[in-house]
């Protein structure tokens, strides 16, 4: 399974990003399999922001719920996310990930700076 991020690099503050994960080697509807965004700021650890499953049900962290959405599309094999109202501590490296029964796959990440 590949997973490959895409979006902007820069953002500006108050702004909305929109990142998309584009999945190959499998169906984001194979059973049992969730899809989440996972980010990394400078210096800090991994941060779960959420999820899709496979039946597109959604779950987010408590701290982004608020400004995040997750979504897909079936047809095109993709995931996305959704933030808004960007701040600066919001620069991070964005990550897709996929995890499955016993198996997990991280895209490589995608730079996201928000800076005016």
């Known amino acids: 399974v590949q997973l490959q991020e895409s979006g902007p690099g820069l953002v500006k503050p108050s702004q909305t990003l929109s990142l998309t994960c584009t999945v190959s080697g499998a169906s984001i509807t194979t059973n049992y399999y969730y899809w989440n965004w996972i980010r990394q700021p400078p210096g800090k650890g991994l941060e779960w922001m959420g999820a899709i499953t496979y039946s597109g049900s959604t779950y987010y962290s408590p701290s982004l719920k608020s400004r995040t959405s997750i979504s897909r599309d079936n047809v095109e094999n993709t995931v996305y996310l959704q933030m808004n109202s960007l701040k600066p501590e919001d620069t991070a490296v964005y990550y897709c990930?996929?995890?499955?029964?016993?198996?997990?796959?991280w895209g490589q990440g995608t730079q996201v700076t928000v800076s005016s």
């Open positions: 990930h996929a995890n499955g029964p016993a198996v997990g796959y």
